[in-house]
């Protein structure tokens, strides 16, 4: 088994790195959380980063332990994965993007640049989530005892996607093979295959047969 760890790469004990992985300079793996005590995440201790046969930690990276890379993922230049994160295989996180605390992401999905995943999200396989997209999770925005119980980023189902800086509201699910429009900004679960835009996000049509997945 090989890999390359660039000089200038911090590789945290216990990291398990898989065969043909690159972790380039300045990247960081394996990192523990640094928690507010206001923090809503859990400390319960963290297993090691694994990252799986043929996966690249870009320049300037991060990825925190107690996350699972799959195989031939591709995380971009000063991207961040927090802890507790699963990520399918043939995943790319785009430049700068960050994907919070107790995510899951299907095997084919593909997250742009500067695109803002919140904790407790989940994407399914072949998602498409544009650039400076931004997901959230508390409609509460950090007061009340009660949001703790209630705190759920949103559901993307197989083959959705979202359009650049489309904003989608906490607990929403967006259907499978449904397309959001860019600037969107969705406030209810969107149906399977349907077309939405707008603020609030409405239906606008069908998604056409030759954009399904199926058909590709």
């Known amino acids: 088994m090989s890999y390359h760890v660039a000089e200038t790469a911090v590789v945290y004990p216990g990291t398990v790195i898989g065969d043909g992985c690159q972790i380039l300079d300045y990247a960081v793996v394996g990192k523990q959380p640094t928690l507010s005590p206001r923090s809503t995440a859990k400390r319960e201790p963290l297993a090691p980063l694994e990252l799986g046969a043929g996966t690249i930690v870009s320049t300037g990276a991060v990825v925190f332990a107690g996350t699972k890379l799959g195989e031939r993922v591709i995380v971009g230049d000063q991207a961040c994965i927090r802890e507790r994160v699963e990520i399918g295989a043939d995943v790319v996180i785009g430049r700068g993007s960050l994907v919070?605390?107790?995510?899951?992401?299907?095997?084919g999905t593909r997250i742009q640049a500067e695109a803002y995943v919140t904790a407790y999200s989940t994407l399914e396989e072949d998602v498409f989530i544009a650039p400076c997209v931004v997901t959230t999770n508390d409609n509460f925005m950090g007061r009340t005892e009660r949001r703790k119980e209630l705190l759920k980023g949103p559901t993307i189902r197989r083959g959705a996607r979202v359009g650049g800086g489309a904003v989608i509201c906490p607990g929403v699910e967006i259907g499978e093979e449904a397309f959001v429009g860019a600037g969107a900004v969705v406030i209810r679960d969107v149906p399977a295959r349907k077309v939405v835009v707008g603020n609030p996000a409405r239906v606008?049509?069908?998604?056409?047969?030759?954009?399904?997945?199926?058909?590709?």
């Open 100 to 107: 919070e605390n107790d995510t899951t992401i299907g095997r």
């Open 204 to 216: 606008l049509r069908d998604v056409a047969d030759d954009e399904l997945l199926e058909n590709q």
